[in-house]
């Protein structure tokens, strides 16, 4: 009931394409969901997130959509670029259960062609 | 902006070494976190704490221990290294919200080798 998963593992897109990343979690009292986006060598860094009282988050080229019936949650990139290859975890939390822990997806490499 | 501080970006140490990794953040957050990051394993939580001198156990804290004397400071231990502790470690923070759950804001992790 705690895990996230996600998909693809990998991902392979073209520049100008619009990157999606899917999670789904069984958890329905989880009250948050942020994405993180990681770099080689770099720790993971929040890159947007949403609550479950809305549908859609959009952060300039990031959008998160949110399906609280289907308990699915997902990252669309649009016009993608080589900039964003990188890792990206999708996590969910629960507020009050084990303060605040995330309960992370397994992780997806992006990878953008130019 | 939040920074969180991981004393050593790369660690080589021996088997049956006490190995300390030491994660300090600048934002007085009550809550931190360590996880070891594995390829295709994604994040893992060691151990976490929500207080000075508090601590609980996360997912895989077999091997590994933990203190946090000052609020700012969080440290990793291992106890008696060994090869399958070989792995990246990443230091994590956070406030308490009030009502909803927060972000964690990561360190740029300490990649850690065991011969």
């Known amino acids: 009931q705690q895990q996230v998963k996600q998909s693809p593992q990998s991902l392979i897109v073209q520049k100008g394409g619009i990157s999606i990343i899917n999670c789904a979690y069984e958890?329905?009292?989880?009250?948050?969901f942020p994405w993180y986006q990681q770099f080689p060598g770099k720790g993971p860094a929040l890159l947007i997130a949403?609550?479950?009282?809305?549908s859609e988050k959009k952060e300039g080229r990031f959008t998160i959509s949110f399906n609280k019936s289907a308990k699915q949650f997902s990252l669309h990139i649009m016009d993608s670029q080589p900039g964003d290859s990188a890792t990206y975890f999708c996590?969910?939390?629960?507020?009050?259960?084990?303060?605040?822990?995330?309960?992370f997806g397994k992780g997806t490499k992006l990878s953008v062609k130019p | 902006d939040v920074k969180v501080t991981q004393s050593s970006r790369y660690l080589v140490k021996r088997t049956g070494e006490k190995v300390f990794l030491e994660c300090v953040q600048d934002?007085?957050?009550?809550?931190m976190f360590w996880y070891r990051q594995d390829p295709g394993l994604g994040l893992r939580l060691i151990y976490f704490?929500?207080?000075?001198?508090?601590?609980e156990k996360g997912d895989i804290p077999e091997g590994y221990s933990v203190s946090r004397e000052k609020k700012e400071r969080f440290s990793l231990i291992l106890e008696s290294a060994s090869t399958n502790q070989t792995s990246m470690y990443l230091c994590?923070?956070?406030?308490?919200?009030?009502?909803?759950?927060?972000?964690?804001?990561f360190g740029d992790g300490t990649r850690l080798s065991i011969l």
């Open positions: 994590a923070s956070s406030p308490t919200g009030l009502g909803t759950s927060q972000p964690q804001h």
């Open positions: 958890n329905t009292a989880f009250d948050y």
């Open positions: 949403i609550r479950p009282d809305v």
């Open positions: 996590a969910a939390s629960l507020y009050g259960g084990s303060q605040g822990n995330l309960i």
């Open positions: 934002m007085d957050h009550e809550n």
């Open positions: 704490s929500y207080d000075v001198k508090m601590k």
